[in-house]
T-cell receptor, first 114, second 114 residues
Framework: KAGVTQTPRYLIKTRGQQVTLSCSPI?????VSWYQQTPGQGLQFLFE???????NKGNFPGRFSGRQFSNSRSEMNVSTLELGDSALYLC?????????????FGQGTRLTVV | QQQVKQSPQSLIVQKGGISIINCAYE??????FPWYQQFPGKGPALLIA?????SEKKEGRFTISFNKSAKQFSLHIMDSQPGDSATYFC?????????????FGKGTLLTVNP
């Protein structure tokens, strides 16, 4: 069974640009969550999607957005990039979310903003 | 407000020793407590998880101890091995609630010396 796949693995962008990251969950999983990981702040929740609906959103500015498609694949978008957006962006999938079933993480996308 | 506090920030243990990482939480609604292990360049991987209806859960060399009244839980790694060297994160979630997110501790960098 394939794991959670995130693409691309690495990205270098310039301040002011926008970026789209992709996440393919484990087959059959309908919940996809996104987290930002930085050395100073650790893992911080961005948002969670289930069956194409955003169920929860973390405390991030509106520049951070996401969506989920009917096949459960998810994308997150960051517009007007800032240097502070440099981080490892992690996607996690689970069958149902809500702590009922286990969450499995992808390897992440390392975003560097210069 | 940091809802899950993890300590220590780093830990050095000799091979064969016991590694102990502690976490404390504030939200009494949390009822799902997973531990994740992360190696450099990889996403976090679920190690072991506990729900508050039990005080201890053991899987191989890994044990979670849970103290509901103190709102604390800890990870014990018995017979620590160099291959256990990684960053460990505790987390908490309200299962079945409306938040649908894992709240993570800041992480503990474990180094097991040979």
């Amino acid at each position: 069974k394939a794991g959670v796949t995130q693409t691309p693995r690495y990205l270098i962008k310039t301040r002011g640009q926008q970026v789209t990251l992709s996440c393919s969950p484990i087959s059959g999983h309908r919940s996809v969550s996104w987290y930002q990981q930085t050395p100073g702040q650790g893992l911080q929740f961005l948002f969670e999607y289930f069956s194409e609906t955003q169920r929860n959103k973390g405390n991030f500015p509106g520049r951070f957005s996401g969506r989920q498609f009917s096949n459960s694949r998810s994308e997150m978008n960051v517009s007007t990039l800032e240097l502070g957006d440099s981080a490892l962006y992690l996607c996690a999938s689970s069958l149902e979310g809500k702590g009922v079933t286990e969450a499995f993480f992808g390897q992440g996308t390392r975003l560097t903003v210069v | 407000q940091q809802q899950v506090k993890q300590s220590p920030q780093s830990l050095i243990v000799q091979k064969g020793g016991i590694s102990i990482i502690n976490c404390a939480y504030e939200n009494t609604a949390f009822d799902y407590f997973p531990w994740y292990q992360q190696f450099p360049g990889k996403g976090p991987a679920l190690l072991i998880a506990i729900r508050p209806d039990v005080s201890e859960k053991k899987e191989g060399r890994f044990t979670i101890s849970f103290n509901k009244s103190a709102k604390q839980f800890s990870l014990h790694i018995m017979d620590s091995q160099p291959g256990d060297s990684a960053t460990y994160f505790c987390a908490a979630e309200v299962s079945g609630g409306s938040n649908y997110k894992l709240t993570f501790g800041k992480g503990t960098l474990l180094t097991v010396n040979p």
